[in-house]
């Protein structure tokens, strides 16, 4: 699954990191939960767009947002079949902008978890594979997503059984097309990030706490 995650890269790196043709203004954020308010990127109609959403998908049958469960991962293996999610997999596709996530994991007495941050080698901007939905919630229309979550890779193994899934840049374009393409195209993307393209350490325990913000988050503890 994937909980938490951070994004601190600037305004003006986002917009031309996608090539969009708009963006909210953006402040770092390191500890950004299920229910927050999130950048999404997804294809307008002028191109890309960046926008704002609920981390918690929401279906379009739902007439109260608060009372639902809190959908914030769909996973790789049903996205497409399962009703909550195979409309918006087949029309509404998005990325999820990040520059890590965390995971935890059990430590040897099987009580206490270790939080760890997982990023990439490069350090460029994460692109989480999302779906997004619109529904109308006590009369206000609300723009809702999920992050696609897949088995975990190597590097992940050790910390958690699954992981978001990560598009390549060049992979982009096909994803957000908002048009019906075939599950065998789109399933292609749905599979663990390169392990050798990533890494991550272990990091304070003040992360547990969704309301802890600071860039001291991330930092190694070791």
């Known amino acids: ?8 890269y600037p305004h003006s790196v986002l917009k031309a990191w996608y ?8 402040f770092p954020r390191y500890n950004i939960a299920p229910t927050n308010i999130i950048l999404t990127i997804r294809d307008g109609i002028h191109g890309r767009e960046g926008a704002l959403m609920r981390w918690g998908f929401i ?6 947002g608060v009372k639902l469960p809190v ?8 996205v ?5 999610f195979k ?12 520059s890590g996530f965390y995971e935890w994991m059990f430590l040897k007495d099987n009580k206490h978890k270790q939080p760890y941050y997982i990023s990439t080698n490069d350090g460029l901007p994460i692109s989480f594979a999302g779906i997004w939905e ?4 006590n009369g206000v229309t609300v723009k809702s997503c999920s992050i ?27 994803w957000l097309k908002p048009e019906v393409l075939p599950n065998n195209i789109l399933e292609f993307f749905l599979k663990p990030y390169a392990s050798e393209q990533m890494k991550s350490w272990p990091v304070s325990t003040a992360v547990n706490k969704a309301i802890n913000q600071g860039k001291q988050l991330i930092q190694s503890i070791i």
Not at 71 to 78: C, F, G, I, K, M
Not at 80 to 84: C, G, I, W
Not at 88 to 96: H, L, S, T
Not at 154 to 167: K, S
């Open 59 to 64: 279906p379009t049958w739902a007439k109260d």
């Open 87 to 98: 409309n918006a997999f087949q029309k509404q596709r998005c990325i999820i902008p990040a």
């Open 148 to 174: 696609i979550t897949t088995e975990c890779n190597e590097l992940m193994r050790p910390i958690h059984d699954r992981m978001p899934v990560m598009l390549p840049n060049e992979s982009l374009d096909t």
């Open 71 to 78: 959908h914030s991962n769909a996973r790789a293996e049903t």
């Open 80 to 84: 497409a079949t399962k009703p909550l």
């Open 19 to 26: 090539k969009t043709k708009t963006m909210p203004e953006l």
């Open 134 to 137: 619109s529904s109308t919630i």
């Open 1 to 8: 699954m994937c909980g938490r995650f951070a994004l601190d």
